[in-house]
């Protein structure tokens, strides 16, 4: 029987009154031949298990090394050291499974580097900042389904496997059971995909937006919560090719509703996680300002991880237009020393160094950015009057650039075609999605959130491949 053990956290919160206890977890370390530093991953926080001098035979006190799990019978009590408040006596203790100290890769005691964990990826929950990062992912999932649920909406399930490109461009992961080596052609020599399994080219998704309107338009808002795929072969600290976003889409909805969601739900987010994982962030925080130690003063970030994020849940984020964004950046101290590796000028895409100019030095907080030039956006994006720019907002935060991209969505069916057409999207393959705009259509909009952005905000980490279980990135699937 398995289920009397009582999980780390719970005993550590729980008043010692000698009473008998089962705990079960793997050694985090052992000293004096006594002192077992025990974890089972319910926290940071280690139980000290007290193995009494003489009491157990050699061969069983050799077997309890780093790595090693053990399930203990013993009393909870008062601790008599330092740095805990409770204890357990051990009466009885089992090696479940004994760990190689010669052989076992994570060696506690040299902290090892983000790096060298990233190639013991199986083996990196076992640390203290991987724990961290994982339960604090978990309850940001959590928060996401208890923010949209208590707002009405519906999770929606998109498909993973899709014939359609929401963007237009791209970077897709193909699916397909043709054999590689004989593929069937057509005469004019490209592949025939009516041969394929589903008698058509497919993908994986990049985004579940296109279905997520077609279930907007009828139950008013919805959300996706599902992994996204990017065959973008930018081996960047912000990308991965295998990531899951969060895209919600409401009927009778503008660019202005849209932001002002986009912002509550970030600090929801923000909220749930400091009030139900203080410790993890805590611990942390103190990472993160040990690593900023080793930077030079002026890279330095002004605020700890903790206050960065009570600032977002006490500050309106900034909203300001694409065209002022280029004004304030042509007028940068920045761009008149030529320090942007990139061209300024109206029209072009926001690089990351010009997001993260304004967040963290101009404006020192998260800004929207509104109204960007409608050849660097999406054909569905709602067109504005000027017929240059679109009613599409990003959200920037500091330290990551991109967060959030949304828009109001194109409702005019007229317009829609027009710009389907100038962009070269294949309009009658689309008829599924404009029938959207033939019959009862309305004004919609939504937004997707990178969630492994997100997380790199909340945990302070700074490279993607570190917030995610198993990074997908171009050359790199293992596990
Ligand atoms: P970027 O310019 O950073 O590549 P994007 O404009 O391609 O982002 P969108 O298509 O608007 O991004 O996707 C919505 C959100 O998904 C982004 O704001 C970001 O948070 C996240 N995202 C996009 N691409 C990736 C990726 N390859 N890995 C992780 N998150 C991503
Ligand atoms: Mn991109």
Redesign the pocket.
Known sequence: MFNTRVKVAALLATTPDNQEVTVMGWVRSFRNNQFIALNDGSTNNNLQVVAELGAYDEDLLKKITPGASLKVTGRLIASLGKGQAVEVKAATIEILGECNPDTYPLQLKNRPSLEYLREIAHLRFRTNTFGAIFRVRHALAFATHQFFNEKGFLYLHTPIITASDA?GAGEMFRVSTLPFDHTPRKEDGTIDFSEDFFGRASNLT??GQLEGELGATALSEIYTFGP?F?A?N?NTA????E?W?I?PEMAFCDLEDNMNLAEAFIRYLIQYVMDHNREDLEFLAQRLAEEEKQRPQAERSELGLIEKLEFVLTNQFQRITYTQAIDILLESPAYKKKKFQYEVKWGI?LQ?EHERYLVEKHFKKPVIVTGYPKDIK?FYMRQNDDGKTVAAM??LVPGI??????SQREERLDRLQARMQEMHIPVEEMWWYLDTRRFGTVPHAG????????MLFVTGMTN?RDVIAFPRTPKSAEF
């Open positions: 963007e990049v985004s996204t990017r973008e930018s912000r990308h991965l090719a990531f976003m895209e895409d990351s999406a990003d959200i650039g991109e967060i959030v991209g949304g937004f997707g959130l990178g969630f492994e952005r997100m993607i």
